[in-house]
T-cell receptor, first 113, second 115 residues
Framework: QKEVEQNSGPLSVPEGAIASLNCTYS??????FFWYRQYSGKSPELIMS????GDKEDGRFTAQLNKASQYVSLLIRDSQPSDSATYLC?????????????FGTGTQLKVEL | GAVVSQHPSRVICKSGTSVKIECRSL??????MFWYRQFPKQSLMLMAT?????????EQGVEKDKFLINHASLTLSTLTVTSAHPEDSSFYIC???????????FGNGTRLTVT
C-alpha cells in the first residue's frame, strides 16, 4: 500500500462548481496534513494545513480530516479556471529519523469554461 | 509569509561538470531543509533531508557522493550535483521548515539540463 494515495485524474469540473479532491494515507501516526497546489513547471505552493478532525475553511477552500478513516480531502468552491493545477496531499509522518513530509502523486484538476 | 529563495532558476551545463544550487530562507530560520527532484509528469521525490550543522540524511537510492548537501547556517542550504550526466536533468526543488510539524515552504525550483 502506498503511503499516500490520490486519484491522478484529471478531474474536470465546470467553472463555478465545487471540486472535491480526496486523499488516503497509510500511517496512523500522521498528525499534520497539508494541501499544496502545483502549476505545471512550477514548485508547489501551500494552500491549506489541517491538524485535527473536522473541517477547516479558508476562503473558497475547505480541508476535511478524518483520522479514524485515514482520509483527508480538499473542497474548492466556485471553481475558477485559475484553479486548474495539480493538487498534492502531504501528511507529515513522524519517524525515528524525524519528521518527513510525504507527497501523494497529486490529482490534476481542470476547471472548464 | 515564509519565503524561500532558490537560485539559479535554470541552468544548462555540460556532462561531467558540477552544478551548485542554493536555497535560502529569507524571513525565518530553517532548522530543516529538504531537497526534492521531480521528473516530468511525475511526483515529487525526496532526495535528502538536511539539518543545520549536521550531515544530510539521504533517501534510499540517492547517491550522497553525487548529490552533496551542505546546510551551513539556519538560512542556507546548498545542493551540488557533481559530475552531472544527462540523466540528472530534472527539476530540483528545495523546501524549508522552521518549527517541527510546521508546513514546508518551497523555493521556485531549479531546472537543470545536462547536455
Amino acid at each position: 500500500q502506498k503511503e499516500v494515495e490520490q486519484n491522478s485524474g484529471p478531474l474536470s469540473v465546470p467553472e463555478g462548481a465545487i471540486a472535491s479532491l480526496n486523499c488516503t494515507y497509510s500511517d496512523r501516526g500522521s498528525q499534520s496534513f497539508f494541501w499544496y497546489r502545483q502549476y505545471s513547471g512550477k514548485s508547489p505552493e501551500l494552500i491549506m494545513s489541517i491538524y485535527s478532525n473536522g473541517d477547516k475553511e479558508d476562503g473558497r477552500f475547505t480541508a476535511q480530516l478524518n483520522k479514524a478513516s485515514q482520509y483527508v480531502s480538499l473542497l474548492i468552491r466556485d471553481s475558477q479556471p485559475s484553479d486548474s493545477a495539480t493538487y498534492l496531499c502531504a501528511p507529515f509522518i513522524l519517524t525515528g529519523g524525524g519528521n518527513k513530509l510525504t507527497f501523494g502523486t497529486g490529482t490534476q484538476l481542470k476547471v472548464e469554461l | 509569509g515564509a519565503v524561500v529563495s532558490q537560485h539559479p532558476s535554470r541552468v544548462i551545463c555540460k556532462s561531467g561538470t558540477s552544478v551548485k544550487i542554493e536555497c535560502r530562507s529569507l524571513d525565518f530560520q530553517a532548522t530543516t531543509m529538504f531537497w526534492y527532484r521531480q521528473f516530468p509528469k511525475q511526483s515529487l521525490m525526496l532526495m535528502a533531508t538536511s539539518n543545520e550543522g549536521s550531515k544530510a540524511t539521504y533517501e534510499q537510492g540517492v547517491e550522497k557522493d553525487k548529490f552533496l548537501i551542505n546546510h551551513a547556517s539556519l538560512t542556507l542550504s546548498t545542493l551540488t550535483v557533481t559530475s552531472a550526466h544527462p540523466e540528472d536533468s530534472s527539476f530540483y526543488i528545495c523546501s524549508a521548515r522552521g518549527a517541527a510539524n510546521s508546513p514546508l515552504h518551497f523555493g521556485n525550483g531549479t531546472r537543470l539540463t545536462v547536455t
